[in-house]
Structures are given as structure tokens and as C-alpha cells.
């Protein structure tokens, strides 16, 4: 593929973002963010990597071939993301469902201190419960997902903040979502999680908050920040994970992340240093060149389903199958078809734009990312309509799981298991809810009429 088509594709991938990020506001159409997060978790992996490979930088002298292979996928991905969140996705709700535009008010819910039951559980099942239940499989993955709650309930508390107009308060829930990649630095070592839970707040927050421009702003100083807080990371990973795995105390944990950040660096296009830490670790599309090249030359054929299959067995608790034959991450897949070895400390998660091409190739590509944008913007929808209308135990019912869809860059193994243990603990925590709560507060909402909230459904 020559430079030409990859920049004239950069460009197409650029303006689907752009409909992707304004599609809430124009349409005026009820959001949670899942699909801008869902693209922009893509970008981060994809579209950044070809763009340091297309850009006239000196610390490259040609763009790699294996990159530009591997981002045609991943645009033939982006394209049919957008065709299943806006073409497809539409149109099966209006055949299933009574999806009339009509007004709808946004509202709260009857117990306020739902966010924080949810930021309760989710954060005693990241410091006890998943420590300690780690030789329990089954029950651990459900503790795994518990965390996610933390994060629904940092949503709703910056969604409860805005529609009651106190605006600090949204500040300093948005401060500590920034914080989030430096707690998981500190205490697993590393930045991905972190910030791919604070991209899912930020996202969520950006499909309400007015005015517009503030929301833009913010978004582009805080993607800035975020990169520098990568390459500066990077730069000292090997001392900050050297302390966090190897058992240091927490203070001795915390003087080492600062001072790293003591010497923050500010993400530099003209720096060969930081063009080769985002190459290295956020440009997937070198490694999908290199398994598009393995196929095309025989040297290993499609899985034809194969991997597809693994996923959906890990959807079976292992506490009913302890012998099940698949285990959480990538195994030695990416090694296999990208024909490279592995640092045993390094996690290279094979992600989806490559796990569909292994199976079927570029047709693969294509309708697995259909599927993926249908399937992410009709739950985006249902979470929607239940926050919109103040049943904040609805909007976690479908928002939970979603969330378990938005690992980009991790395997259908991780995905599928994630998405019944978040379905197992919807289920559960919504009965203790259910029965814990007065009647009068399960679904109800309470209407806030203020001006300019008004949204219709789509």
C-alpha cells in the first residue's frame, strides 16, 4: 500500500471519529459515550501508530511496511465500526422496538447514593476481594468485574453533579478520574488499565456536558496530557515495575512514581525517544502487518473460528468446568502469527482487529467490526434510555457489560469471560439492591427541568 492511500485513509478515519465525537450533539440523540470510547480505544492502538509512520519526521527515514498493512485493517475496521453504529444498529431498533423521537427529561434517581454503593463495591473488590479470592476462578472474575462498578459509579456521580448544576463538584469527580492511571501505576504497574477506565468516564461525560467548547478543550488538553503521561511512564517503567512486582511498600511505590513524575516530559513529535515508545507499545499495526504477511505467505493458515470458539467457552464458569481447555490473555497466539518472541514482563494483547483477521481475514475484519458497532451502539442506547429517565439500576445493567466489549486492544477470550462474570454481577447486585431499597426508590426518577436538557431518542 503505498503512502497515498494510507494518509487519503488516516484522513476517512479521522472524519468517522469526527462523526463519532458531534453524532450526540447534532442529532441530539440520548449517548453514554460507549461508542466514542470504543473508537477512540482503536485510535490509540491504530490510527496514532500510522500517523508517526505518515507524519516528515526525521527518526524514520520511510514508513514501515508492516504498519501500513496492518493499518489498512484496522481502517476497513473503522469503516465498518461506523457503518454498524449508524446505519445498522438504528435501524434493528426501530424494527424490535417503539423508538419514536419523543422529548424525554433528563433525570436523577430517587437514592443519590447509588454512585457510591457501586464506587464501594468496586473499590473493595479491587483491594480485597480480587487479592484474595485469586485461587477461586469463578468467583474472582466476578470480583474482577466488580471493579468495573467503580466506574459506573464515578458516571453517575459526574451525571448527578451536572444535572444539579454543582459544577465543582463534576470538577473534582473529573480530577480523580484523572488520577485513576497513577493509582493503577502505583499498585499493578500499569497505565492501560487506568486509563482506559478514566477514557470511559471521560467519553460518558462528553455526550452531556455544554458548552460544547469547554468539552472540546478539555478533551484535547487532557489527550495531550494523557501522551505525555505515556512517554514519560515509559521512560521509567522498568524502575517503577522493578518496585511495584517486586513487593515494595507503598510509600516506597509512591516515591518512585514521583520521582518520575518529578521529571514529567511533555509528548514531543520531533523527539526519536518518544516516536519509538508509542511505536513500541501503541502502534498494533505492525504486529497485524506481520500477521498479514504469515497467512498471505503460508507459513500459518486462518483459525477459521477457532479463537471465536476459545471466547465463547470462557463464557462457562470454571468453577462448573475446572478442566476448561482456555485461560486468560493472548497466549502465545500473537508469537505464533506474528512470528516474534516476547519479553516474559511485557503484555502484548492480541486485539481485535488482528483476532478477526486471524480467524477469516479482511471479510473477518469487516463484518466482526459490524457486529461490534451494532452490538456497542444498541447497548449504548438501552443504557441511555434508563439513565436519561432516572433508573440509574437499568442504566448499570446495560452499561456493565458494555464495558467489557471496550477492551480494543485485549482477546475474545478476555472479552467473553469479562461479559458473563459483568452479567453474573448485574444480576446479583441488583437483587441485593431490589430488596435492600425501599419501594419507592427501584426505578423511580426524579425529573430536573432546566433549560437546554432536553434530548430526543433516537
Known sequence: MSNEVAIFELFVCLGIFGVFYVHPWIRRVESTGLPLCYILSLAMIHWLGAL????????????DPYTLIGFEQAFFATVALAVGAFVIAPFILRILFDNKNTPVVRSRHANESLPYIYMGIGIVSFAILAPALRSVPSIYAASVAG???AVVGLCLACWSAYIQRRYMKLCAWM????????????????VGYGSAAALLVLTFVITFYKPRWHAVI????????????????FRDRPQIRAKVWGGADYVDRISTVSASFGKFEFVDLQ????????DSRLNQNYLVGRVVRTIESGQEQFAYGGTVYEGLLAMVPRIMWPDKPVAAGSGNTVSRYARMSFDQST??????????????????????????????????IK?????????????????LPAISLLMVGGSFVDMFGSLAASIVLVIVVNRILTATQPSNMRLSGSPVTTRGLLVTHE
Not at 480530577?175 to 500499569?190: E, Q
Not at 523527539?271 to 508509542?278: C, K, Q, V, Y
Open 52 to 63: 508517526i509512520h505518515l507524519l516528515p519526521l526525521e527518526w524514520r527515514s520511510r514508513p
Open 147 to 149: 471493579v468495573y462498578l
Open 175 to 190: 480530577l480523580a478520574v484523572c488520577l485513576i492511571p497513577i493509582l493503577t501505576i502505583v499498585t499493578l504497574g500499569f
Open 218 to 233: 478539555a478533551f484535547g488538553l487532557i489527550g495531550f496530557l494523557g501522551l505525555s503521561l505515556f512517554v514519560t511512564y
Open 271 to 278: 523527539n526519536p525517544r518518544h516516536l519509538n515508545s508509542i
Open 347 to 380: 503484555s502484548v494483547g492480541i486485539g481485535h482487529v488482528m483476532e478477526f483477521y486471524i480467524n477469516f481475514g479482511t471479510l473477518g475484519v469487516i463484518s466482526g467490526f459490524l457486529l461490534m458497532g451494532t452490538v456497542i451502539r444498541i447497548l449504548d
Open 383 to 399: 443504557a441511555a434510555f434508563h439513565l436519561y429517565r432516572g433508573n440509574w439500576q437499568g442504566f448499570m445493567s446495560w452499561f
